[in-house]
C-alpha cells in the first residue's frame, strides 16, 4: 500500500534559520505530490502542488519543494523561516495510475520557530 | 460564506447517541470527501462523492453513514460510536476527482469526542 514518510515529527528553529523538511513516499507510479500546512486553529491549506514539469515548485510564503523522482522524495524547503511559520506541515500524496481519488498523507512535521 | 464550512465545529456524544456532521462548500466544486485525522496517525480518508455518488470507502465502519444530496453538501452520520472514534473529522472538496490537476480545499474540521 502506498504510504507517505515525514521523517521530522517534530523540528524547532530560530528566526532566519534555513528549513527543510524531508517527504518520501512509496508508490512506484505517477504521482501528484502536496504539501499542506495547518497553523495554530487554522485550516488545512495548501502550500504547494506538483502535477508536472519543473520538478522544483515554488508556493505561497517563500515556501518550495523539489521532486526527486529517483529518491521518491518531495522535500519542502524555505531558506530563511519566519516566527509566523510555525505550524504543522503535512506532505500528501495522490497515485494517480490507480483508482484512488484522494490524498494519502504523511503524519505532518510539527515547526516551532522560536523568535 | 466562503470556502468550505463544517457544522458542528464540536461535538460530545455518548456511545448510544445519534448525530449527523454536516460540510458545505461553496467553491462550485464536484467532489466532496471525508477525512479523519486522529491524535498521533496520519490524516485517513474516510470516503469520497463524485458528482454526488460514493467513489469511494476507505473500509469504513458501518457506523459511519455518508450522505451527499447534492455537490455542495456532504453529510456524515454517526450511531453507536466508539471512544476510539473520537478525532477531528474534516471534509475537502475539489473542482474533479484527485488525479487531475485538482487541488483539495479542506474545511475547519469537527472535533469529536465520543463519551
Known amino acids: 500500500a502506498q504510504s507517505v514518510s515525514q521523517h521530522n515529527h517534530h523540528v524547532i528553529l530560530s528566526e532566519a534559520a534555513s528549513l527543510e523538511l524531508g517527504c518520501n513516499y512509496s508508490?512506484?507510479?505517477?504521482?501528484?505530490l502536496f504539501w499542506y500546512v495547518q497553523y495554530p486553529g487554522q485550516h488545512l491549506q495548501l502550500l504547494l502542488k506538483?502535477?508536472?514539469?519543473?520538478?522544483l515548485v515554488k508556493g505561497i510564503k517563500g515556501f518550495e519543494a523539489e521532486f526527486i523522482k529517483s529518491k521518491f522524495s518531495f522535500n519542502l524547503r524555505k531558506p530563511s523561516v519566519q516566527w509566523s511559520d510555525t505550524a504543522e506541515y503535512f506532505c500528501a500524496v495522490i497515485q494517480k495510475d490507480t483508482g484512488r481519488r484522494a490524498l494519502t498523507f504523511g503524519s505532518g512535521t510539527r515547526l516551532q520557530v522560536q523568535p | 460564506e466562503t470556502g468550505v464550512t463544517q457544522t458542528p465545529r464540536h461535538l460530545v456524544m455518548g456511545m448510544t447517541n445519534k448525530k449527523s456532521l454536516k460540510c458545505e462548500q461553496h467553491l462550485g466544486h464536484n467532489a466532496m470527501y471525508w477525512y479523519k485525522q486522529s491524535a498521533k496517525k496520519p490524516l485517513e480518508l474516510m470516503f469520497v462523492?463524485?458528482?454526488?455518488?460514493?467513489?469511494e470507502n476507505n473500509s469504513v465502519p458501518s457506523r459511519f453513514s455518508p450522505e451527499c444530496p447534492n455537490s455542495s453538501h456532504l453529510f456524515l452520520h454517526l450511531h453507536t460510536l466508539q471512544p476510539e472514534d473520537s478525532a477531528l473529522y474534516l471534509c475537502?472538496?475539489?473542482?474533479?476527482?484527485?488525479?487531475?490537476?485538482?487541488?483539495?480545499?479542506f474545511g475547519p474540521g469537527t472535533r469529536l469526542t465520543v463519551t
Open positions: 462523492y463524485n458528482f454526488k455518488e460514493q467513489t
Open positions: 506538483y502535477f508536472s514539469g519543473d520538478p
Open positions: 508508490y512506484g507510479g505517477t504521482v501528484n
Open positions: 475537502a472538496s475539489s473542482q474533479g476527482l484527485a488525479g487531475g490537476p485538482h487541488e483539495q480545499y
